[in-house]
């Protein structure tokens, strides 16, 4: 089949799709104020009285704060695997486009990036309030630092984190999609 061919129909599988990764990218932004709290008391106490719980005003978020409607880095991850593909002509050359993007948008200069040394310091003192901007996921840090891209995928698999990037991108890297 022509590349021009096999393009195009990426293309439209990739519109054909997009409301599913939009419907995503909705839910992630309305849900991130409350991103990782877990304490089940701290979330009912965050949440009572409220008839509305999506994209609250104020981030309860105990590591991270961004601006409410903005997403969370793991949409940011799928976004960028969703640019890559429709973006990429040839299937043989996704996985290193999609981590010249990964490094791109996560790697140096990145919001994320400059955030890494305050997350860092974090670490080394009791957490006490959420630093501003983006969280660099550890995979991605990994995987910018590392250079071992492929295990991403499996890092992502082993613990369910970014599952659904990583199943996407090994169905159309793969050729199993």
Not at 86 to 103: M, Y
Not at 148 to 158: A, M, V
Request: glycine share 6%.
């Amino acid at each position: 089949m022509p590349l021009a061919v096999r393009l195009q129909i990426r293309k439209l599988w990739a519109m054909d799709n997009l409301h599913i990764f939009l419907g995503a990218t909705v839910a992630d932004a309305a849900a991130r104020p409350l991103h990782w709290v877990y304490d089940p008391k701290k979330l009912n106490q965050f949440i009572k009285g409220k008839k509305e719980i999506a994209f609250l005003n104020q981030n309860k978020s105990p590591f991270y704060s961004i601006k409410t409607g903005n997403i969370s880095g793991y949409n940011d991850v799928g976004q960028v695997m969703f640019k890559t593909l429709i973006s990429t002509q040839k299937k043989s050359e996704i996985l290193k486009n999609f981590k010249k993007n990964i490094i791109k948008n996560f790697g140096p200069g990145s919001a994320y990036w400059r955030n890494l040394k305050l997350r860092k310091k974090y670490k080394k003192i009791k957490w006490k309030k959420p630093m501003k901007g983006p969280w660099i996921h550890q995979n991605i840090l990994e995987t910018i630092q590392d250079n071992g891209f492929l295990s991403l995928f499996r890092r992502s698999r082993e613990r369910d984190i970014n599952a659904s990037c990583g199943s996407l991108a090994n169905k159309k890297a793969v050729g199993n999609g």
